[in-house]
């Protein structure tokens, strides 16, 4: 049986179609899977640099004041509080320029990361040549991580170096520096407190020292002491002679009615009337006029309540000066080491085997991706 020459063409155009689709698939597959295992392979197996983790764990806090009521101080005590605003503090500063710079001046991490030992690719300035300080920053940002539990207020820090020696170096460094905005915090909100305190106290005093000198200059204007007391004395004086005037009457009256002769009338009358002369002016000091001890003691009591409050007021802010400085002696902020920075034995980074693996798969991914769509490309052109 022979074969017609339309069947044999078609034979051959579907097979060279066929090879040149099994040709696309061949290089599509060089390209987007072996060739970058490949690479990964040999970057990763052969070229790629030890990565050394330092971590460290700490938590900040700060004392917790005791509550006033019975049933809070049995449940929480004296004890501590976490200081989370402070945690977000401290870790801005480590991921902070100044942290970077003080670090590069006593480790020179920079020299560090851009040594020669670092692979091209790994290293500081190694493809882009840039080795300025934000670049510099920015990759340090990329060796640095600080990350805090919300839960237990524990704060991570996880430093990678391509020495072991360099990242336990570097994680002691952070957590010094650390410590020390700590204590530079403490001792500026102590200066602050003591200061405030102290600024109340001298301005309570010149409120009090002007009091008293006005209270002061009152008496010797109105030449009393204290009218109330004053007046106090006058009344009982006052009461006395009244008394001395109710008996002289009495007796005065008694004698005008059994002996109208009697030679004593005269001088009891006189005496009555001497009586009741002191017992106005008497009276007239007290109550009378401008000058008496009752319109003297509205502007003295106003004097001298002034100056009590102002005794009272400058009391209290003593008591608050002693109270800031007692405050003042405690730390206000702690960083507690819970985990001191690590030394790593082994070098954790780069996961080698995982890396090209990951390779391998994001490239078979790919490869069957665009097979699909260059498939579908191609029917829609048939």
């Known amino acids: 049986m022979q074969t017609s020459p339309a069947t044999t063409g078609a034979s051959n155009s579907w097979s060279h179609s066929f090879k040149n689709r099994f040709s696309r698939i061949n290089r599509l597959f060089l390209v987007t899977v072996a060739v970058p295992t490949v690479l990964a392979t040999i970057y990763f197996g052969l070229v790629a640099s030890d990565v050394y983790v330092s971590e460290s764990r700490i938590v900040v806090r700060s004392p917790d004041k005791q509550m006033a009521t019975g049933l809070g101080a049995l449940l929480k005590g004296a004890g501590f509080s976490r200081a989370q ?30 040594s020669d030992t670092v692979d091209r690719v790994s290293r500081f300035g190694g493809l882009d040549f840039d080795t300025s300080f934000e670049a510099l920053h920015r990759y340090y940002q990329k060796k640095v991580d600080i990350q805090q539990d919300t839960t237990s207020s524990i704060t991570t820090l996880t430093v990678r170096a391509y020495t072991a020696q360099d990242a336990q170096n570097i994680n002691q460094k952070l957590l010094e520096l650390s410590e020390g905005l700590v204590n530079r915090l403490n001792e500026r909100g102590r200066q602050d407190l003591i200061r405030s305190a102290a600024a109340e ?23 009393v002491v204290d009218p109330e007391r004053q007046a106090t004395v006058q009344l009982q004086q006052i009461a006395k002679l009244q008394d001395e005037l109710i008996a002289t009457t009495t007796q005065l009256a008694q004698l005008k009615t059994f002996t109208p002769q009697n030679p004593q009338i005269s001088s009891l009358q006189k005496r009555a009337s001497t009586l009741q002369e002191e017992i106005n002016s008497e009276t007239t000091k007290v109550t009378g006029g401008e000058r ?37 002696q405690r730390k206000q902020v702690y960083i507690e080491r819970i985990a001191q920075p690590s030394l790593p034995d082994i070098a954790l980074e780069p996961r080698r085997l995982r890396s090209i693996l990951a390779t391998f798969v994001l490239g078979l991914v790919a490869w069957g991706v665009l097979s699909m769509l260059l498939a579908g490309v191609r029917e829609h052109q048939d």
């Open 201 to 223: 106290v001298a301005d309570a005093e010149k409120k009090s020292k002007a009091a008293a000198l006005a209270l002061s200059a009152y008496r010797n204007a109105k030449g």
């Open 292 to 328: 008496s001890l009752a319109n003297k003691a509205a502007e003295y009591q106003r004097l001298a309540l002034e100056r009590e409050f102002a005794d009272r007021q400058l009391a209290s802010t003593l008591a608050s000066l002693e109270q800031a400085r007692n405050e003042a």
């Open 85 to 114: 605003d402070d945690s977000y503090t401290v870790r801005d500063y480590v991921l902070s320029r100044d942290a970077l710079k003080e670090i590069d001046e006593t480790l020179a991490v920079g020299k560090a990361f851009a």
